[in-house]
């Protein structure tokens, strides 16, 4: 259960923040069902996601990448946005200036009506061709595995950053802006282990922003940042938008 005064203090900052940053991670998707990384339902037939996750397991396997994706989409076309990416819409509607960062590919912010918004870490709906480099949406559940590109027929990969990729420059840059200039920083549902986003925090922090951390566990980032709310952001996005 959450303290009732830091919500009521985070309640407040919130109201009469002129401008509002947003962090998600995998744990704001968790209540739709999708499952996290690095929880116990984080694993797929006995990989981990840094194991499939990479350039070099692609070029090794491109088969065995695609299924896992396949597997995701499959899974992710089933489920909706919840009450914790509906709060940070209205959150942004109110809010002239906002911004959020989601480290999420579900695309469930998207859907939920999100607008002013980087997807850093790239989206499963998006796929790119490994030649010409052409980018294009593909909704198809199962998608054909291996994918050709429309354009050269070479082989399509998913539209997202791999690890040991950079982030795209324009995500990075608009990221930076929106944590340097933001009275309020709302970091929620990541466990604060891949960067450069497990550094965001103290960004925020170190350019004056009041940080809150809205997670199910302590992080790495608990310690640092001003107010650590436990418990489900399903639960307590929603109660930061009640009148106060
Ligand atoms: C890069 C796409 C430059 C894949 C992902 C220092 C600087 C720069 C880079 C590095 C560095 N140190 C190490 C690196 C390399 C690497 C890295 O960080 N490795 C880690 C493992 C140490 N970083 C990179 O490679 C990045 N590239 O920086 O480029 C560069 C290039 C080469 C060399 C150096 C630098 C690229 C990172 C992007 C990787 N791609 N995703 C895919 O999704 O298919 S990352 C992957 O992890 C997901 O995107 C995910 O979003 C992300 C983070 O995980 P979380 O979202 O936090 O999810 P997790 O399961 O971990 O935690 C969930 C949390 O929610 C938990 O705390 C849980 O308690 C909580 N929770 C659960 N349920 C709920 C809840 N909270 C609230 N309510 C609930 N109901
Ligand atoms: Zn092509």
Redesign the pocket.
């Known amino acids: 259960m959450t303290h009732g005064s830091d919500l009521g203090i985070l309640k407040d900052k919130l109201a009469n923040a002129r401008s509002i940053t947003v962090l ?5 998707s ?2 739709s069902g999708v499952p ?4 116990t339902d ?1 694993l797929w037939r006995n990989f981990r ?2 194991d ?2 990479t350039p070099d397991a692609f070029t090794r396997d491109p088969r065995l990448v695609w299924e896992w ?1 396949n597997w ?1 989409r499959e899974l992710i076309a089933t489920k909706q946005p919840n009450a ?1 990416h509906q709060a940070i819409v209205e959150l942004e509607r109110r809010c002239p200036r906002f911004w959020l960062i ?4 579900d695309g469930l912010h998207r859907a939920a009506g999100s607008r002013r918004l980087s997807e ?3 989206n ?1 709906w998006m796929v790119r061709c490994t030649a010409c480099g052409h980018v294009s949406e593909s909704h198809e559940v199962p998608i054909q595995i291996l994918p050709l590109c429309s354009l050269c027929r070479n082989l399509l990969r ?1 539209h ?8 795209a420059e324009e995500d990075l840059r608009r990221s930076y802006t929106a944590l340097q200039s933001s009275d309020v920083c709302l970091i ?12 965001f925090a103290s960004i925020a922090k170190e350019a004056g922003a009041f940080v809150a951390e ?4 302590p ?1 790495p980032q608990s310690a640092l940042v001003d107010m650590s709310l436990q ?4 639960d ?1 996005v929603p109660l930061l938008l009640e009148p106060c």
């Open positions: 998600t991670g995998a744990g704001i968790a209540d996290t990384f690095r929880g984080g996601a840094e499939l996750a994706y995701r914790a989601t480290q999420n590919v850093i870490h790239g499963i998913p997202i950053v791999w690890f040991g990729e950079s982030l929620i549902g990541t466990s604060g282990m891949v960067y450069p986003a497990a550094g809205i997670n199910l566990d992080t418990g489900r952001a399903k307590i």
